[in-house]
């Protein structure tokens, strides 16, 4: 079945380093792939998101590029900061014939920025 | 506006107890989705519904898990004869439509002893 792979953490940064955050997936259609973020004691958001090949997902300073070649979906941040600490989740959307976006999670990746 | 909401946040059980977890949806959102998150892993789909209707229920790990949403709003999430493996974080998630952005609860942490 569909799977995402991602990159375990804990990813430890300074603040206003460059981040990267690799995930590749696999899957047998043409998924939308996403990127989640859940800080501290609050529940999963959206951070971005990509539905078709070469598509840019941008958010917040945060981008990612849908990579068909390469089936993968990098997270990515020129500067981090303080704030940016959380744990990232890369995810994808099967677009079969389920009638609805059913998620599938990589296992997350912790990110912690220090001043 | 008010976000998805859940009750409670943390339930500790005996093993062999049964156990409830609620999920308040956004107001007007017609979709409505369960998962199940591990410690360390991240969330697994549990099912999905639609208005009243339970379209996909492919995720629910065995038929000890159970759930409903009679009016279309508000769902339960039931686990019976509660398990130690069942220990984790439940989360819902709904959204306007199938294919539109899913809003996360802040979870129910469930623990079993």
């Known amino acids: 079945g569909d799977s995402v792979t991602q990159m375990e953490g804990p990813v430890t940064l300074s603040e206003e380093a460059f981040l990267t955050i690799n995930c590749t997936y696999t899957a047998t259609g043409y998924p939308s792939l996403f990127w989640y973020v859940q800080y501290p004691g609050e529940g999963l958001q959206l951070l971005l998101k990509?539905?078709?090949?070469?598509d840019k997902g941008s958010n917040k300073g945060f981008e990612a590029t849908y990579r068909k070649e390469t089936t993968s979906f990098h997270l990515e941040k020129g500067s981090v900061q303080v704030s940016d600490s959380a744990v990232y989740f890369c995810?994808?959307?099967?677009?079969?014939?389920?009638?609805?976006?059913?998620?599938?999670f990589g296992t997350g990746t912790r990110l912690l920025v220090s001043p | 506006g008010a976000g998805v909401s859940q009750s409670p946040r943390y339930k500790v059980a005996k093993r062999g107890q049964d156990v409830a977890l609620r999920c308040d949806p956004i107001?007007?959102?017609?979709?409505l989705f369960w998962y199940q998150q591990a410690l360390g892993q991240g969330p697994e789909f549990l099912t999905y519904?639609?208005?009243?209707?339970?379209?996909?229920k492919s995720g629910l790990p065995s038929d000890r898990f159970f759930a409903e949403r009679p009016e279309g709003s508000v769902s339960t999430l039931k686990i019976q004869r509660t398990q130690q493996e069942d220990s984790a974080v439940y989360l819902c998630a709904s959204t306007l439509g199938g294919w539109e952005t899913q809003y996360f609860g802040p979870g129910t942490r469930l623990l079993v002893l």
């Open positions: 519904f639609q208005n009243e209707a339970q379209l996909d």
């Open positions: 107001s007007g959102h017609v979709s």
């Open positions: 990509a539905t078709k090949a070469d």
């Open positions: 995810a994808l959307s099967d677009q079969g014939n389920t009638g609805f976006q059913k998620l599938v």
